[in-house]
């Protein structure tokens, strides 16, 4: 069980929603012989609709088969459980990709377990956004041991432009969190800025040009600021739930290690309010909104 995954492998895709539908019709583009399945029944018939891929009613269809199984749900404890409940289902050596954002520690046990009962595993978490993910161009950070990742190439090659790999088992999970931290605190600031700019008299749309050819241009100010936030369509297909648990998990990491890391904290902790204030399900670029009120109340 060493060949390299070449369509037309067979592929369970457990995770149906805004980025597990595009990344996997990438796949049954590339040939690959794909089976999705989501506890979503709409996500499901959505997904089967849009990319012509078969679809499965249960989780165990989805994967009985599969040479790879890949997991793209909201977060690790979500993948522990469905993968530990999958393991006698699957066929020894399968590779389980875990596409996930998820935690990264909790990745390393769950991936050396998995590993000790006969299956390959690695972490493969993106970014890039929905966009990315529609024209297959995400950025893909891969850890784990470099056989599987040179035998999982041509399936994550199918979803991404750029494929780092970040060293071993859990280090894609790690350097994703600190990524979206680095975002996260890149898009209060922007915000800031903006609002601040607005007070002062300045024409928000005016400010955006001016970062973007200056040096406070970050992607929140390139991709996110007019389309999502100025124009109030809070449409990026991220959502701020899942944006606040990639902070936390950055600044819990940092901890964990003993690394000093104060903004990443306080990061967490203003994206965690944003979630109690308007909701998780809302858009992450909905924190502007969670900024405006920031203050003004006690509620
Ligand atoms: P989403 O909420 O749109 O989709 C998650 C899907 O998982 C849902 O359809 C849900 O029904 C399904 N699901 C939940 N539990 C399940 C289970 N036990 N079995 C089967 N299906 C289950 O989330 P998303 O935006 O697609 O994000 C998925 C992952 O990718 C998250 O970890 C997120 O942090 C990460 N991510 C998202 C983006 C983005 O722009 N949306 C970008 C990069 C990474």
Known sequence: MSHILNPPARIGLIGLGNMGRPMGACLVRAGFAVTGFDVSEGARTVFAKDSGASIAADMAAA???A???ITMVPDGKIVRALVE???RDLQ??????????SEPMGTRDLGAKMIAAGFEFIDAPVSGGVRRAVDGSLSIMAGGDTATLDRAGPVLSAM????FRTGPLGSGHAMKALNNYVSGAGLIAACEAINAGAAFGIDPGLMVDVL???TGRNNSTEVKMKQFILSQSWGSGFSIGLMAKDIRTAG???EKLGVAAPLAEHCADLWDEAVARIGGACDHTEVQRFLEMYGNDDG
Request: charged fraction near 20%; charge should be negative; avoid cysteine.
């Open 160 to 163: 991404g432009r750029t494929i």
């Open 67 to 69: 040479d790879v199984v």
């Open 92 to 101: 020894a050596g399968t590779v389980i990709i875990d596409m996930s954002s």
């Open 85 to 87: 409940s999958l393991q």
């Open 252 to 254: 819990d990491l940092a």
């Open 63 to 65: 994967v009985r088969d």
């Open 212 to 214: 973007n050819a200056s």
